[in-house]
């Protein structure tokens, strides 16, 4: 399993597009082909920062949603918003601690 997280900070005036957005395409993205599980999380401090958290059956999976014409134009429309550039980063989780 590969766990993505993308930290994005946006524009005060966008959040309300962003979510608008993200409300449009989140069950499409989540039950797009090899994603197990979606998290949109908003930072307690500064209310224009949001991060993703998803979970994906393997690299390839990502690749092949970042491929698709869902993420094209989801992306296209959400990277406009930002006011600064996202940070995005890939894991495995090699430990749970129940």
């Given at each position: 399993m590969l766990v993505r997280i993308v930290r994005m900070t946006f524009r005060?005036?966008?959040?309300?597009e962003f979510l608008a957005n993200?409300?449009?395409?989140?069950?499409?993205?989540r039950h797009?082909?090899?994603c197990k599980h979606?998290?949109?999380?908003q930072?307690?401090?500064?209310?224009n920062i949001f991060t993703t958290y998803s979970h994906w059956e393997s690299e390839e999976a990502l690749d092949q949603y970042r491929d698709s014409e869902l993420f094209k134009s989801v992306w296209k429309a959400t990277?406009?918003?930002f006011?600064?550039?996202p940070k995005a980063f890939s894991s495995k989780k090699t430990l749970e601690v129940p």
């Open positions: 005060p005036d966008a959040v309300a993200f409300e449009t395409h989140k069950n499409s993205i797009f082909p090899g979606l998290e949109l999380w930072d307690v401090l500064e209310k990277k406009t918003l006011s600064a550039k």
